[in-house]
């Protein structure tokens, strides 16, 4: 691949604009804003704007998260009850796995579809459909009542769940972005990454009351299902919210001027080859981490004879870090760019991976806590705030859904849905120990840092007021 980082997009295929152009009536207005112009009906609406980003994320990211939790705690005694303990939980993770190789194709359908006809309405579609397909784990019968049909049923829901993932995160974080001012996109942009953290926080602490509160027959028979079935209020509350809020006036607008348009995948395959490929590359090391730190080291824990309680307790406080430093990472890469923060996390990370597992070892919730604290609020953190606006800012406004849905998607489906398959496959043929652990996810987090030398820096404040792709029309 071509270094094309501080050049502008290819002529002909899209308009570089800069902060200094005084935009047409018909075109989008976000250079004002941007300029610091304060407008109160302005800035009404892309709170409002944000807070929906924010709450749909959470309500999506709710439902796929209860099943990475689940598994690890769950599934493998209720679908997979007749194996050993460790191969029950290789095979919940397996079905856990299968939601991510569903994304992908959500990602190209439901790109297209938020390119061609919405952001708002696609992002409707997606949260219906992730919220029914948790609500029926909820409800599902288990391996005692109908044997193996009980995982078949699970891995179709899988399926359903992570098709509608799939559209979700491009096009809400299209959502905030294409309503937020050019020099401060990336602080209002990495809002919508709080929904995820968020969204693991809330079925993590549920499931830690319910055992708490429960006992194991108990919780076994039907205290788990009881998280999953509580998604229906979150899916509610998020479409409330989501359904009050008006399309984003980039996409009216260039719905409006650009006439005729070539397919988005078309658009993104003949002249973003560099854009996609190296932002699927650059996905991998944030798409491994949070597996790594929040589900993984559960595992790992479980296989040192320390209570997985523990480390819960300690990924619990590490979220709530995380929830703090991401708009603070966001606001950063305003200001130095998007790509020496996402580098300087991504190398943090590395750093980390192996007293990761010597922190677990100790069975100490103070130096776990500590570990995670720094793996999840500046590690992950701060590779997760940036790619809320650099993805979007890769791609032109008539391709951009899709850009960013192939771009997520893609990067994690390999990095993160085979994740905690192959890291517990690792670690069983290690027979416990974690040396290919390691390795495997630091060959991931080098894939990345090396894409990012060859991918271009968006921020505008770092390209003299300039944007990278066409972002008016």
């Known amino acids: 691949m071509t270094n094309n980082a501080e050049t502008s997009p290819r002529a002909g295929t899209e308009r570089s604009t800069t902060l200094d152009e005084d935009p047409s009536p018909g075109e989008c207005s976000t250079s004002a804003a941007a300029d610091g ?14 807070l929906a980003s924010v709450v749909g994320t959470i309500a999506e990211y709710y439902d796929f998260f209860i099943y990475g939790t689940a598994s690890a705690l769950v599934f493998n005694k209720v679908f997979f009850p007749d194996v050993d303990p460790l191969v029950g939980t290789l095979a919940a993770f397996s079905t856990y796995a ?30 219906l459909l992730t919220g029914i397909g948790t609500f029926l784990v909820g409800v599902m019968p288990t391996y005692e009542q109908i044997g193996l049909w009980a995982a078949v049923i699970l891995v179709v829901v899988r399926l359903i769940q992570g098709f509608g993932v799939g559209g979700e995160q491009g096009g809400a974080v299209l959502l ?71 399309e984003t006036e980039v996409f009216r607008n260039m719905k409006e001027h650009s006439g ?53 307790d300690a990924v ?9 430093m991401i708009p603070l990472w966001g606001k950063l890469s ?34 776990i806590a500590l570990l995670l604290i720094a793996g999840l609020a500046i590690g992950h953190a701060g590779t997760y705030a940036p790619q809320a606006s650099y993805f979007p800012e890769l791609f032109p406004s008539s391709a951009r859904y899709s850009g960013v849905s192939v771009v997520w998607q893609f990067g994690a489906m390999i990095a993160s849905g085979p994740f905690t398959v192959v890291a517990a ?27 990012l030398t060859k991918m271009p820096e968006t921020a505008v404040r770092r390209r003299d007021g300039a944007e990278y792709a066409d972002w008016s029309h």
Not at 427 to 442: E, I, K, Q, R
């Open 260 to 312: 005729h348009r070539p397919a988005p995948i078309r658009t993104l395959f003949r002249d973003h080859r560099l854009e996609v490929f190296g932002g699927i590359a650059v996905k991998f090391v944030e798409a491994a981490m949070f597996p790594f730190y929040t589900i993984f080291l559960v595992t790992y824990a479980r296989s040192q004879d320390v209570d997985a309680s523990v480390v819960l």
């Open 334 to 367: 305003d200001r130095v760019g998007r790509k020496p923060v996402y580098i300087g996390a991504a190398a943090l990370n590395l750093v980390l991976l192996i007293p990761s597992f010597y922190a677990v070892q100790t069975g100490n919730i103070a130096v």
């Open 98 to 127: 299968v939601g991510f190789f569903a994304r992908p194709l959500g990602g190209i359908v439901w790109g297209h579809v938020g390119d061609r006809i919405g952001r708002r309405q696609t992002l409707v579609f997606t949260l």
């Open 425 to 451: 496959a690792l670690l069983l043929a290690g027979d416990g120990s974690f040396g290919w652990v390691a390795v495997y996810v630091s060959v991931l987090i080098v894939i990345s840092m090396i894409a």
């Open 176 to 246: 905030t972005a294409e309503a937020s001012p050019a020099r401060r996109r990336g602080f209002f942009a990495s809002f919508v990454q709080l929904g995820s953290p968020v969204a693991y926080l809330i079925p993590t602490a549920l499931f830690a009351v319910l055992q708490g509160g429960m006992s194991e027959e108990l919780f076994l028979s039907w205290g788990w299902r009881i998280p999953f079935l509580l998604s229906a209020i979150v899916v509610v509350v998020g479409l409330y919210i989501r359904l009050r809020v008006p």
């Open 316 to 324: 619990i406080i590490a979220i709530v870090a995380e929830i703090v």
């Open 37 to 50: 112009v304060d407008d109160r009906s302005g800035n009404a609406g892309l709170r409002r704007t944000v």
